[in-house]
């Protein structure tokens, strides 16, 4: 094709690209050429210019998030809930601990005999420091951590930021359950998702259902959590149903993989392939401990 035909080729590719692509959304540069081409005349988040930690987090607050997995014996589940409510309660109101709990459940559905923990640190890091060293001294704390281990076949824990563009978690009065939908994402796609999702949140806001969406930091790291409450099994079932018939839920789903974890291949509008962005997804449905702030 002679060179004059393949600039104006090229050139009405790029217009329409343009068209088509919103503001925040990002084509997977490291996918081929034309999606590298493309990235200079997209308006978007780049992740070379800072870590995704400060483009995605929320700038007006500097907590840091603490999310606990702990896998109970069964025969153990009930005495491990009543002494993880007095020694929890006692941290949440004495205000010396720059912590709080934001809730504590049991997975209903899931992963059995299971208890999910989720701390804010106001301050970031150095208050989870401050914590860690008074708790090291505080003797009724380590005399709880030795019981409590008795309890546990394992336990784990992250540390999360809070996306800017979600909820900010507060107590809620129940009853109420909830799901944690957990992503891990491939790696360098986390200004991807938060670029979709900046704008899907706001099909799931009319129910109040949306309580907070996290990444990890510290931790297996690519990995997503969102937190929803729903009144039951069958609100969440009809509330997912509805967000399908707004505008943009779609094709927030099928990019970035949301609904179900499906592999599948889409075409955008600018006719290049784009696949899903997480590699797994796990979901739990959860029911808040007596003591949890969020019931």
Not at 123 to 131: F, R, V
Request: aromatic share 14%.
């Amino acid at each position: 094709m002679p060179r004059t035909r393949c600039f104006l080729h090229l050139q009405g590719q790029l217009h329409r690209s343009c068209l088509f692509w919103g503001p925040f959304q990002r084509g997977y540069a490291e996918s081929s050429d034309v999606g590298w081409f493309r990235s200079f005349f997209v308006h978007k988040v780049d992740s070379r210019k800072d870590a995704h930690s400060n483009l995605l987090s929320k700038k007006e607050t500097s907590s840091l998030y603490k999310i606990q997995f702990h896998n109970v014996k069964p025969d153990c589940l009930d005495a491990y809930n009543s002494l993880s409510a007095e020694v929890q309660n006692q941290l949440h109101h004495d205000e010396s601990y720059p912590c709080e709990v934001i809730g504590s459940w049991n997975t209903w559905y899931g992963e059995q005999d299971q208890a999910v923990h989720l701390w804010r640190y106001s301050g970031g890091y150095p208050a989870l420091t401050e914590c860690l060293d008074k708790l090291h001294h505080n003797k009724e704390y380590m005399e709880f951590r030795k019981e409590r281990s008795k309890m546990l076949v394992s336990r784990k824990n992250q540390l999360l930021l809070e996306f800017s563009f979600w909820n900010y978690p507060t107590p809620r009065t129940g009853p109420n359950i909830y799901e944690l939908r957990s992503y891990n994402l491939k790696p360098g796609t986390m200004i991807e998702w938060g670029n979709h999702w900046a704008r899907a949140i706001t099909s799931r806001q009319e129910n109040n259902e949306a309580v907070g969406g996290f990444f990890t930091q510290i931790g297996d790291l690519y990995m997503v959590h969102h937190l929803w409450a729903y009144k039951d099994l069958q609100t969440r079932e009809e509330t997912r149903n509805t967000a399908w018939l707004k505008e943009g839920w779609e094709s927030t789903v099928y990019y970035t993989g949301e609904e179900g974890g499906r592999e599948k291949a889409v075409h955008n509008f600018s006719g290049i392939m784009t696949m899903p962005l997480i590699r797994s997804m796990e979901s739990r449905i959860m029911i808040p401990m007596k003591f949890s702030p969020l019931q």
